[in-house]
């Protein structure tokens, strides 16, 4: 099965990546679990992930190209052989988030980000787990780390126009995307996914 987590920044993916992915692995095994994220994922996939989070590009079309590149490695060299071997994939971000940043965080138009990411064959996910947080949660929560990544910097409005972009994709595929409220502790969090989870697997 392969399942993609999705969200804003600060809406907690990676700790509900590793609690689900400690979940599959008591009901599946660990040699049947993958989880990986992106941008990156891939052995030397370093130096996409750098220009990605931390670099400035001048053409807002650079970085719909540099994540649909990272994206092809990272499907060719970890999620399809994970995939074949029987294992469930879970993988933070895929191209739910390309769709949600560029197209409305960044204002390119939807349709011809669709159609960039269309050119390449991607597995679609079994299930997509969005987990909805309001973006001055989010945002809070953001604040408090260390360092932040190029997308953490943008700012609420950002984040907003991401979220609403999130909210209308999951919209247009009900079947597919599994939406939990992110406001809870990761716990309440955690048993909403894992209960919806389980109608699936």
């Known amino acids: 099965m392969f399942i993609t987590i ?68 990272h499907v060719s060299r970890v999620i399809e052989p994970g995939l074949r071997s029987g294992c469930h994939v879970l993988c933070e971000r895929f191209n739910d988030s390309t769709l949600a940043y560029q197209s409305w965080g960044r204002g390119l138009p939807l349709v011809s980000v669709q159609q960039a990411l269309s050119i390449v064959a991607q597995p679609v996910p079994d299930k997509t787990l969005l987990i909805d947080v309001p973006p001055a949660t989010a945002l809070d929560r953001v604040k408090k780390r260390n360092s932040l990544d190029l ?22 595929e009900p079947s597919r995307f599994i939406v939990v409220n992110g406001e809870g502790t990761p716990e309440q969090v955690f048993t909403t996914l894992r209960k919806a989870l389980e109608e699936h697997l």
């Open 6 to 73: 999705e969200g804003i920044d600060g809406c907690g993916k990676s700790t509900q990546a590793g609690l689900i992915s400690e979940y599959l692995a008591k009901r599946v095994g660990r040699e049947k679990v993958l989880w990986t994220r992106e941008p990156g994922g891939w052995p030397g996939s370093e130096g996409f992930r750098e220009i990605l989070l931390s670099k400035e590009l001048s053409h807002p079309w650079s970085e719909v190209f540099l994540f649909i590149a990272d994206r092809c490695e």
């Open 151 to 172: 997308y953490e910097k943008q700012g609420l409005e950002f984040l907003q126009r991401v979220c609403e972009g999130y909210r209308q994709l999951a919209s247009m």
